[in-house]
């Protein structure tokens, strides 16, 4: 029996963030993205979430490539811990390749891992695979669409994109591209559909450059400009806003600065001479003549916006008169804490400019129409919609149908389901893992949703300690309990409450007769408190031998 192509979604369906997928036929697997994802609100402590890809552990030998299409960190965050695992060889266009060569200089693994240079337009081999590249727009220059040739017809991957016709650097989708993959016949057409319940279509990137123009013609002070780091389309529009209005541009925060200049390096970012100064240059500067450009869009509280915001950065200070704009649309899920962000720079004295107030950010996305425009471009046997959450994965199999894809061909499935592919037909396989793996600090998957549990617990209702001192040869209680508390109730004003407390510990501690004390104290007070108080704080006993 003829092996069948085998389409592996491990990142990405069923959420926004953390993208990968793998091609696998017979003893072969290709990577095709290795993104993170940023933690929501209520995980607490987490600092970014990766893709599951434990199903390719014991496949490892059998990886052949890994394909980044281009700079997103939700396609190229992951990348370090995937080469620790999976070390192959990495194709990616030059930009990617240098945002790449960035990420895993810092794990020190960059001399462990073959980069390969690819540019849009150009095909690779990698084992049964032949992948041509093709340019699509994005918010990211360089990025690249995916025409897989397999043993079993040719699919094509849209990577993120949108149909822009007078893009940031004049390099618009590659249509000719698109219908020569149509006349060939197209198997499987794999699309992005992050915006797919946006009818119509997304405006261009042009649109943005008469908003920065009134923005910088009408602010009276400086003007800080929020967004991505990795938004180096974005980097560029606002150096040409500053050259139209004769302001000087400086850079704040290291991934921002770093990338512009890997950027600039590459030949992805023109700046003309004298335009880019230091930031302490620049602060010294009048205030009518200088742009400050910086990451924080998303209102995390530890960038920069975020530290203004709330009077904490270091470098300098939100003064009366700032115009901040915030040059990106919020995650979803960020919605309130960028509002809450926004409040708070009003508060300060700034100006704020965002989306729909002025268009300062459009989105890198396709929306309906321009999804539909894909489909009819590529003419696919079958459809399966890529990169979003669920909701969305459904509206773009609705717009499928809507030009003609039959129901049947059409495959809307999450994270860790395997699509199975033979010359006529698709079929859904097995399911595989395709979950979160939390990185914490230096741990990577060590902290599991238990803990994030009880993290979630002891920000909520605080924690109690009870400090017990048990006397080693008759096992009794040799002295009052002493409790202690944080984050839980008022202190001063619960005086009856612990002291009830207290002797419900005794209690407890004596009925468990030596055996378990810690134990039986906790879950009495927990149980006490809740009763009490209809809250659950952590209760911790120690247990103190005399
Ligand atoms: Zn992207
Ligand atoms: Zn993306």
């Given at each position: 029996m003829a092996n069948k192509l085998r389409i592996i979604p491990i990142g990405g369906l069923g959420e926004v963030g953390k993208n990968m997928m793998v091609f696998e036929y017979g003893r072969n697997a290709l990577i095709v993205d290795t993104g993170l994802m940023f933690p929501e609100?209520?995980?607490?402590?987490?600092d970014y979430i990766i893709p599951?890809?434990?199903?390719l552990r014991d496949k490892?030998?059998?990886?052949?490539g890994i394909i980044i299409t281009h700079g997103h960190e939700d396609h190229t965050g992951a990348i370090k811990h995937v080469i620790e695992e999976l070390n192959a060889p990495v194709y990616a266009t030059p930009l990617t390749r240098g945002l790449l060569e960035v990420k895993l200089r810092d794990a020190k693994l960059l001399d462990k891992v073959t980069l390969n240079t690819v540019q849009a337009g150009e095909s690779v081999t990698i084992g049964p695979f032949t992948v041509e590249f093709y340019h699509v727009c994005h918010s990211i220059p360089d990025s690249v669409g995916l025409g897989i040739t397999t043993p079993v017809g040719l699919v094509v991957h849209s990577g993120d994109f949108k149909i822009d016709h007078t893009p940031v650097d004049g390099w618009v989708t590659d249509f000719t591209k698109l219908s020569e993959f149509a006349s060939r016949g197209v198997l499987a057409l794999l699309s992005d559909s992050?915006?797919?319940?946006?009818?119509?279509w997304t405006p261009s990137e042009a649109v943005v450059d008469g908003a920065f123009d009134k923005v910088f013609r009408d602010a009276p002070g400086r003007v800080i400009v929020a967004t991505f780091a990795s938004l180096i389309s974005r980097i560029q529009q606002v150096v040409n806003a500053c050259a139209r209005h004769k302001r000087k541009m400086a850079l704040a925060g290291t991934s921002m600065v770093e990338n512009a200049k890997m950027a600039q390096k590459l030949g992805y970012l023109e700046v003309p001479e004298g335009l880019l100064v230091p930031i302490d240059q620049a602060l010294e500067?009048?205030?009518?003549k200088m742009v400050i450009m910086t990451t924080g869009s998303q209102g995390e509280p530890s960038a920069i916006v975020g530290r203004l915001a709330t009077g904490r950065n270091r470098q300098f200070d939100l003064l009366e008169g700032d115009t901040v704009v915030i040059s990106a649309h919020p995650i979803p899920g960020n919605e309130e804490m960028v509002a809450r962000t926004i409040n708070r720079l009003f508060q300060r004295g700034a100006n704020v400019i965002y989306d729909p107030i002025l268009p300062v950010h459009v989105s890198g996305h396709a929306s309906a129409e321009e999804q539909k425009l894909l489909m009819n471009l590529v003419k696919p046997k079958f459809f399966v919609p890529v990169h979003g959450e669920l909701r969305q994965l459904h509206q773009h199999a609705a717009l499928a149908r809507e030009v003609g894809?039959?129901?049947?061909?059409?495959a809307v499935v999450e994270n860790g389901t395997v699509i199975e592919f033979t010359e006529e037909a698709m079929t859904i396989g097995e399911r595989v893992p395709g979950g979160y793996v939390y990185v914490d600090g230096t741990g990577v998957?060590?902290?599991g949703p238990e803990v994030l549990r009880e993290r979630e617990n002891l920000a909520r209702d605080g924690f109690v300690v009870v400090n017990l001192v048990v006397d080693r040869?008759?096992?009794?209680?040799?002295e009052k309990p002493l409790i202690l508390s944080k984050g839980f109730v008022f202190v001063r004003d619960s005086a009856e409450l612990f002291s009830t407390a207290a002797k419900k510990a005794e209690v407890a501690a004596f009925n468990a007769n030596g055996q378990g004390v810690a134990r039986a104290v906790e879950e009495r007070l927990s149980e006490f408190f809740y009763t009490e108080m209809k809250r659950r704080p952590m209760v911790f006993a120690i247990v103190n031998e005399v």
């Open positions: 609100n209520d995980m607490l402590g987490i599951d890809y434990s199903y490892a030998d059998f990886v052949r992050t915006n797919s319940t946006k009818p119509g500067m009048p205030k009518n894809i039959p129901v049947e061909n059409v998957g060590d902290i040869k008759t096992r009794k209680l040799a």
